[in-house]
């Protein structure tokens, strides 16, 4: 009987002994021939013109196709983690900053140190090899402003690295949630994001954790409301870096941020509630969805009721009803109406002929809703003819017959178009004006008297 142990000996022995590279190297090609056995292509049939063009377009895996997912995973895991690697550390930065200090170049700006190209080039060959990107003579001329020495300010200079350093921790803070890697986040993605930050948030220490769903809906709601105003369901991540809103976000990790400040952060924990609370007080029936009759409370409650009745058949509603994130939206457009997003919104309710702009028959529908309502009230109504004078006088459009919309974002006036077509309290500001300014500056100069010294 033959001795197995004695014959493998043997012939192990025989072979020449390999390298770890060429172990390697063959474990490298047999995985490809398997690999490309089992997607059924030939490892080195390409076509003739990948000799002068690189492949640059590379299908995303299927969701079946588990391998090449979490192969593309981990690659994306890697990248960004080498990434991270690059950037300045706390420590780092400190000794960029001594450098700077180091090598000021004299006289001081006031109080302010100042620094010269020669010595500014001296800190970059001592900062070391993480901080040759900001250091070029664009970033200098950038900086420089009118010193006599050609000089710029150290400080200045530091914030634009701290500035950079920030923006780039917090791309790759954002591209770990984003989960098709293609730099852009979905509703599921920003709200992952949002909800892991809060407890690094000392502002919101004070949250039940039972509200942390309805503070995310509310804080992703703005991003989505400003940044995808086309409603595709996802959000570049450099719109993201590019807008206030994550700076609005992350500046409530500042423990002494005052009481003002709050109120005026849709991010902030008075914000949210205060929203939510608004919600809850106009859901009377307590189903935790808004009817018409409902939301027409919102305000002061002189939104026209053929606005209103526009708001539900252009809106997601559910049996009739508007829930939660529906009415965020709904908010978001009544608060900031001087914003084209929020004109965007507004404008598609009074274009009830879906012709993407506004006629005079448009107007007429809205406006006889306010002269309706100025008759309940006991006032005169207003003459259409004399406000649609007066709105297209405002506007000025291209076409002196039509409203576009991009003829009320480009006018300023789109505020106060759509508080007089739709908001009874809007239109009575808007025709009492010279009043209302007549008597301003007189309570100014009372108060100017006695809060201040001449």
Same mark, same amino acid.
């Given at each position: ?405 991009? #003829? %009320?974002? *480009?006018? +300023?006036? $789109? =505020?106060? @178009? ?25 309570? #100014? %100069?009372? *108060?100017? +008297?006695? $809060? =201040?010294? @001449?």
């Amino acid at each position: 009987m033959m001795d197995w142990k004695k014959a493998l000996k043997a012939h192990v022995a025989g072979k020449p002994t390999r390298s770890e590279e060429e172990k390697r190297a063959e474990e490298t090609q047999l995985f490809t021939e398997l690999y490309c056995q089992w997607k059924g292509v030939q490892p080195n049939r390409q076509h003739q013109s990948f000799k002068s063009i690189p492949k640059f377009y590379f299908k995303l895996p299927a969701e079946d196709e588990v391998l090449q997912q979490k192969l593309r995973e981990e690659s994306r895991a890697v990248f960004l983690q080498r990434r991270s690697r690059q950037l300045l550390d706390n420590d780092e930065l400190q000794g960029l900053w001594f450098l700077l200090d180091k090598h000021h170049t004299p006289p001081l700006m006031g109080d302010e140190k100042m620094i010269n190209y020669e010595d500014f080039l001296k800190v970059s060959a001592e900062a070391g090899p993480k901080c040759k990107t900001y250091f070029t003579a664009t970033v200098f001329a950038k900086l420089l402003q009118k010193d006599p020495y050609g000089r710029i300010s150290i400080m200045q200079f530091f914030n634009y690295v701290m500035r950079k350093v920030w923006l780039h921790q917090t791309r790759i803070g954002l591209s770990l949630y984003d989960v098709a890697g293609q730099g852009y986040l979905k509703e599921a993605d920003l709200e992952n994001y949002i909800l892991e930050l809060i407890p690094t948030l000392p502002q919101l220490d004070g949250l039940e954790k039972s509200f942390y769903s309805f503070y995310v809906c509310t804080a992703v709601r703005k991003f989505f409301f400003f940044l995808d105003p086309l409603r595709t369901g996802r959000i570049k991540i450099q719109d993201i870096l590019a807008c206030s809103f994550l700076d609005d976000l992350l500046e409530l990790r500042d423990e002494d941020l005052s009481k003002e400040m709050q109120e005026s952060n849709w991010f902030s924990a008075p914000s949210a509630l205060r929203v939510y609370g608004q919600y809850l007080n106009l859901d009377k029936d307590h189903n935790g969805m808004l009817s018409k009759e409902e939301l027409s409370r919102y305000g002061t409650g002189t939104l026209t009721p053929v606005f209103l009745n526009r708001v539900f058949q252009e809106c997601l509603t559910y049996d009739g009803e508007m829930d939660y994130k529906t009415y965020l939206d709904f908010v978001l457009a009544m608060e900031n109406r001087k914003e084209p997003q929020a004109l965007q919104y507004i404008f598609r309710l009074l274009d009830i002929q879906n012709r993407s702009y506004l006629n005079i028959f448009a107007l007429n529908t809205f406006f006889r809703a306010i002269q309706e309502q100025m008759k309940i009230h006991g006032q005169e109504p207003v003459s259409f003819e004399d406000v649609k004078d007066e709105i297209f006088d405002m506007v000025k459009p291209a076409d002196p017959l039509k409203i576009t919309l991009q #003829d %009320l974002i *480009n006018s +300023g006036q $789109g =505020e106060t @178009v759509t508080n007089i077509l739709i908001d009874l309290n809007g239109f009575w500001t808007y025709e009492n004006r010279e009043v209302l300014v007549q008597e301003n500056p007189a309570d #100014d %100069l009372e *108060n100017f +008297g006695e $809060g =201040e010294e @001449v």
